[in-house]
């Protein structure tokens, strides 16, 4: 699973070759934490299909705003760098 940051998001999910869902977190939010280990299943089920990430939103600002997340979890998909689909919440 990727971890996901500012620094990096561009080149691994926005430039990414496969699809990527990537999971807009906080590790102190109970919620993104019951979704936990469900994102890690799905990474395992996908392996070679897509890519899952999680990316921290409390530490990377920056993604978080430019996607507007203002709840979490929130998931979205991305394919060729565009938003395919988004939910928010558990």
């Not at 899952?52 to 530490?59: I, S, T």
Request: aromatic fraction near 8%; glycine fraction near 6%; proline fraction near 7%.
């Amino acid at each position: 699973m990727l971890e996901l940051t500012d620094e990096n998001f561009e080149q691994d999910v926005i430039n990414s070759n496969m699809p990527v869902l990537v999971d807009f977190w906080s590790p102190t939010y109970p919620p993104c934490l019951i979704l936990g280990p469900i994102i890690e299943e799905i990474a395992k089920e996908f392996e070679g299909k897509a890519k899952v990430g999680k990316l921290n939103v409390m530490e990377n600002q920056e993604i978080a705003e430019k996607y507007e997340i203002f709840g979490i979890p929130t998931i979205i998909i991305f394919k060729n760098g565009e938003i395919k689909e988004r939910a928010t919440g558990l």
